[in-house]
């Protein structure tokens, strides 16, 4: 197993148990955003949260983001529409590229799924390019499913 694996999987541990009996979901986001971003230092880790036909900024950690985000619209509209996770090794590259943040070089977007609706996106920026893979995709996916039960 790899380190990143490593972490990860006590991420994943710790995130179980701050959802364990948590019946808010700000409050969640809030707190997973926080460890993500602790564990592994990334640009900016945070939550945009469906709200009728626009993702509204949820709970983050690092600098000033967007506030507001059509579907369809930058890599988090996108995730959004097309109910994948979306890893993006440069943002540079990815057409229609909401910058918010020109120190944002890569990004990795997971939706966040209760039943069959998308409620949320986890977004997660890094200043270097190329920082997500397949590991961050596996785990992150496998994250957000503690947080799709209470949204």
Known sequence: MSEK???YELLHR???SLAEGETDAIALMANMAAVIHETFHFWWTGFYRV??????LG???GPLACTRITRGRGVC???WQERRTLVVPDVHQFKGHIACSSASQ???VVPV????DVVAVLDIDSERLSTFDET???WLEKIVTCLGDIC
């Not at 709200?51 to 509204?56: A, K, P, R, S, T």
């Not at 799924?113 to 069959?116: M, R, W």
């Open 136 to 138: 961050d995709k596996h």
């Open 5 to 7: 694996d490593k972490k």
């Open 51 to 56: 709200v009728g036909e626009e993702l509204v």
């Open 106 to 108: 890569s990004e990795i």
């Open 77 to 79: 509209g996108t995730s």
């Open 113 to 116: 799924f209760n039943g069959e």
């Open 14 to 16: 710790q995130i179980q």
């Open 59 to 61: 709970p983050f950690q």
